[in-house]
Every structure is written in structure tokens, then in C-alpha cells.
């Protein structure tokens, strides 16, 4: 028997893209170990810029370094409710080998964004809830977590079986984001 039993149908991507939402509200249960190895699993199978895979992560289950990561992170409590925190990482060594400016100010943000993505998704897949945290201070999280110094920590990923499911916050219109052809020209009139 998988995870969404024994006659429910594993969602497709589309379905999973929509309905993942922040989750700020966990139950008390673990993650089994499998299920969290599978999240970081996906994280591997990311694009990332000449495939040079410029992440690593961190996983935190004790509670003391959640408690001094949720302060580090301006102090968002609700956090402490997650009993996992992916934390991940960009390693600079490889974001600097191979593209220079370019690879240490974009590529690799974006090919770590990707693998976050890639992990947010899997969760949601199978029934577990995430939210990406951004807001805290990266030397500090880098202190906490004794990261080398080319080692430079991106997000938090919270992990855990969702305590609610809220409503999906708005969401620009295609008409508002996506131009034809070039910049300005409506992708649809009216
Ligand atoms: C780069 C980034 C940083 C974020 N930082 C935080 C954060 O520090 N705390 C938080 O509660 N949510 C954070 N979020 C989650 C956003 O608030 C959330 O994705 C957004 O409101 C849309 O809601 P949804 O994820 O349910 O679609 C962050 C998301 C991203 C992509």
C-alpha cells in the first residue's frame, strides 16, 4: 500500500503545483524517515546551471538548534511546531568554479531555488506540509549550524504534517504577468 492508500490515485504535478500552501500550523507526529528521505531525494533531481548542483542541506530534528534557529530567524514561533527544518545551503565554492559573477549572483540562487521547489512539491506529494522560510540572519544560521565559510545557508524549509490548510493567498492574473512577443503587448485583450 503507498501513501494515498490503497484505491486513491498518487495526485498528478498540476494537482500538487496547486495545492501546496505554506504551512504554519504542524501536529505533533514525526516525519518517518523514509518520507523524509524521499523530499530530499527530489531535491537531487533539480536543474541547476551546467547541472554543477550547487546545494547542500542540513537537516535539523533536535530541539535546542530548532529553538536557536526560530530566534535566528527573527523569532517566528510557530516554526517550533515543525519537527523537521531542512535548511538549505548554497555552497559557493562550486556557484564561483565554473560561471563567475554571474554564477555566484544568480545561477546558483536559482538552481537552489529549484531543488527547494523540487522538495516543497515531493512533500506535498505525499500528504506532508512545508513552508519556505527566507526571513533570518544568515550568519547567524551559519553560526548555529557551524557552517564552513563557503557555505552560505538560503532558506528554511519547515516539515511536518499539517495542522491546517489555508486558503490559497491571491494570485496575479495571467493578463497582469505574461506579455506577448514583447514586453507591454497584453498576452490577452480586455
Ligand atoms: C523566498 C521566500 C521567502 C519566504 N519567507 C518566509 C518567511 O520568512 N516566513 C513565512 O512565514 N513565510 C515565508 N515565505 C512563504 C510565503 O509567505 C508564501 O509562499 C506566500 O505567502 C504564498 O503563499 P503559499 O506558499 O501558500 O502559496 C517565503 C517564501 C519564499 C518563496
Known amino acids: 500500500m503507498n501513501v494515498f492508500g490503497k ?3 498518487a495526485p498528478g504535478v498540476l494537482d500538487v503545483i496547486k495545492s501546496r500552501r505554506s504551512v504554519r500550523k504542524y ?3 514525526q516525519v518517518p524517515e523514509d518520507l523524509l528521505e524521499t523530499v530530499l531525494d527530489a531535491a537531487r533531481y533539480a536543474p541547476s546551471a551546467g547541472n554543477r548542483q550547487p546545494w547542500e542541506f542540513v537537516v535539523v530534528r533536535d530541539g535546542n538548534i530548532k529553538k536557536m534557529l526560530v530566534e535566528a530567524c527573527f523569532n517566528q514561533d510557530w ?3 515543525a519537527p523537521v527544518f531542512i535548511v ?3 555552497n559557493m565554492k562550486i556557484a564561483s568554479a565554473t560561471y563567475g559573477e ?3 549572483r544568480l545561477y546558483c540562487i536559482q538552481s537552489v531555488a529549484a531543488a527547494i521547489q523540487n522538495m516543497l512539491l515531493a512533500a506535498e506529494s505525499l500528504g506532508l506540509s512545508t513552508c519556505w522560510v527566507g526571513a533570518f540572519s ?3 544560521v551559519s553560526m548555529i549550524l557551524e557552517c564552513p565559510p563557503y557555505v552560505r545557508p538560503c532558506a528554511i524549509i519547515t516539515l511536518g504534517y499539517g495542522k491546517e490548510k489555508p ?6 492574473p495571467l493578463k497582469d504577468i505574461v506579455h506577448r512577443e514583447k514586453f507591454g503587448v497584453p498576452w490577452r485583450d480586455g
Open 167 to 172: 486558503e490559497m493567498p491571491v494570485r496575479a
Open 79 to 81: 516554526m517550533l511546531q
Open 102 to 104: 554571474r554564477g555566484v
Open 138 to 140: 544568515e550568519d547567524r
Open 88 to 90: 538549505a545551503c548554497i
Open 27 to 29: 501536529r505533533s507526529g
Open 7 to 9: 484505491r486513491k490515485k
